[in-house]
């Protein structure tokens, strides 16, 4: 979508705010049902769960500040910010989907292993996306009114994703008689429901010349 003047039109705003279900709802989800899902669904100790949560904290800390630079530097057609929320809509929901695959191997490494990994895997898609996504607004217009809307938009989009993934998850694990199968349909869903919007927002949303 081209820039047509300072003003932004409601679906660039509606687009740009779509964007936050994913920031606002996945760290719900998270941080209300994973570590029961760890103990146990996946049954490791919780020990070891809360080492998957201070590795992915020092992850993090490396990898915002690397996709920040490698961001500013790309360079494509789309501009350098919008190209990561196509290539997220896939990765979204298969890095959803690996975190809340409720493995059996035998061994607890093994099972442990897998955890640390599909969590990797998931920081390193929602910082491939959100890095960029934070960066945006001021891309999009030098406007301070205009970026406070893009905010508002975005608390509200992130506000119907916190309410939904606090209580939606559960009903949709519990609708299934097996537990294990419940996680797995979960994360297929929130994993669409996190990574779909981001065509929208893709579509809806420009940078300005300067930044192309």
């Given at each position: 979508?081209?820039?047509?003047?300072e003003?932004?039109?409601?679906?660039?705003?509606?687009?740009?705010?779509?964007?936050?279900?994913?920031?606002?709802?996945?760290?719900?989800?998270?941080?209300?049902y994973?570590?029961?899902?760890?103990?146990?669904?996946v049954?490791?100790?919780?020990?070891?769960?809360?080492?998957?949560?201070?590795?992915?904290?020092?992850?993090?800390?490396?990898?915002?500040?690397?996709?920040?630079?490698?961001?500013?530097?790309?360079?494509?057609?789309?501009?350098?910010?919008?190209?990561?929320f196509?290539?997220?809509?896939?990765?979204?929901?298969?890095?959803?989907?690996?975190?809340?695959?409720?493995?059996?191997?035998?061994?607890?490494a093994?099972?442990?292993?897998?955890?640390?990994?599909?969590?990797?895997?998931?920081?390193?898609?929602?910082?491939?996306?959100m890095?960029?996504?934070?960066?945006?607004?001021?891309?999009?217009?030098?406007?301070?009114?205009?970026?406070?809307?893009?905010?508002?938009f975005?608390?509200?989009?992130?506000?119907?994703?916190?309410?939904l993934?606090?209580?939606?998850p559960?009903e949709?694990?519990?609708?299934?008689?097996?537990?294990?199968t419940?996680?797995?349909?979960?994360?297929l869903?929130?994993?669409?429901?996190?990574?779909?919007?981001?065509?929208?927002?893709?579509?809806?949303t420009?940078?300005?010349?300067?930044?192309?």
């Amino acid at each position: 979508m081209k820039k047509t003047g300072e003003k932004l039109s409601l679906l660039t705003r509606i687009g740009y705010g779509m964007g936050d279900l994913y920031g606002g709802g996945a760290m719900t989800i998270i941080g209300f049902y994973y570590l029961y899902f760890l103990t146990d669904v996946v049954r490791i100790s919780p020990s070891l769960a809360g080492v998957v949560f201070l590795v992915s904290k020092i992850y993090d800390a490396v990898t915002d500040p690397i996709m920040g630079m490698i961001s500013d530097r790309t360079r494509t057609r789309f501009g350098r910010r919008r190209p990561y929320f196509l290539a997220g809509v896939i990765l979204i929901v298969i890095s959803f989907f690996m975190m809340w695959y409720p493995v059996a191997f035998e061994s607890e490494a093994l099972r442990f292993l897998y955890v640390i990994l599909a969590y990797i895997f998931y920081s390193t898609i929602i910082t491939m996306v959100m890095v960029p996504y934070n960066a945006l607004p001021a891309e999009l217009t030098a406007d301070y009114n205009e970026r406070t809307s893009l905010a508002t938009f975005r608390m509200v989009f992130s506000g119907i994703a916190g309410i939904l993934c606090a209580v939606l998850p559960l009903e949709i694990v519990k609708a299934f008689g097996d537990q294990r199968t419940g996680y797995m349909v979960m994360a297929l869903c929130f994993g669409l429901f996190f990574g779909l919007p981001y065509i929208l927002t893709f579509l809806a949303t420009y940078e300005r010349d300067e930044f192309q």
